[in-house]
C-alpha cells in the first residue's frame, strides 16, 4: 500500500514561492506517473502537474511557467517548484499516482496573499 505525505507548504505573498515535497512510502519505480492536484475551498480537486517515470512532464494551463514538478527516486519524493505564485493557487495541493489512484494524503496548505 503507497502512502503519501506531503509538505512544504505555508503562506507566502503574491510574486513568492514554495516547494512542495511528496514523500511516497514505497519505491516510485514501479508507478507510471505522478501528479499533483490540488482543491480550494468548494471547488473540485483538480490535476496541475504530472512526471512519468521518464521524466516527461506535462502541466495545467495555470501552472505552465511557473510550476515545476520533479522526482527523485533515491529518496521516493516527488516535488513541485511554485514561482510567481498567485492568490488563485490558494489550496490545499497533494500528491498522488496518475491514474489508478491511491489514498490521499493529508495535503499540505498554500496560501497566497495579494
Known amino acids: 500500500q503507497v502512502q503519501l505525505v506531503e509538505s512544504g507548504g505555508g503562506l507566502v505573498q503574491a510574486g513568492g514561492s514554495l516547494r512542495l515535497s511528496c514523500a511516497v512510502s514505497?519505491?516510485?519505480?514501479?508507478?507510471?506517473?505522478m501528479g499533483w492536484y490540488r482543491q480550494a475551498p468548494g471547488k473540485q480537486r483538480e490535476l496541475v502537474a504530472a512526471?512519468?517515470?521518464?521524466?516527461?512532464?506535462n502541466y495545467a494551463d495555470s501552472a505552465k511557467g511557473r510550476f515545476t514538478i520533479s522526482r527523485d527516486k533515491a529518496k521516493n519524493t516527488v516535488y513541485l517548484q511554485m514561482n510567481s505564485l498567485k492568490p488563485e493557487d490558494t489550496a490545499v495541493y497533494y500528491c498522488?499516482?496518475?491514474?489508478?489512484?491511491?489514498?490521499w494524503g493529508q495535503g499540505t496548505q498554500v496560501t497566497v496573499t495579494s
Open positions: 514505497r519505491s516510485i519505480f514501479s508507478i507510471n506517473a
Open positions: 512526471i512519468t517515470s521518464g521524466e516527461s512532464t
Open positions: 498522488n499516482r496518475i491514474g489508478v489512484l491511491v489514498t
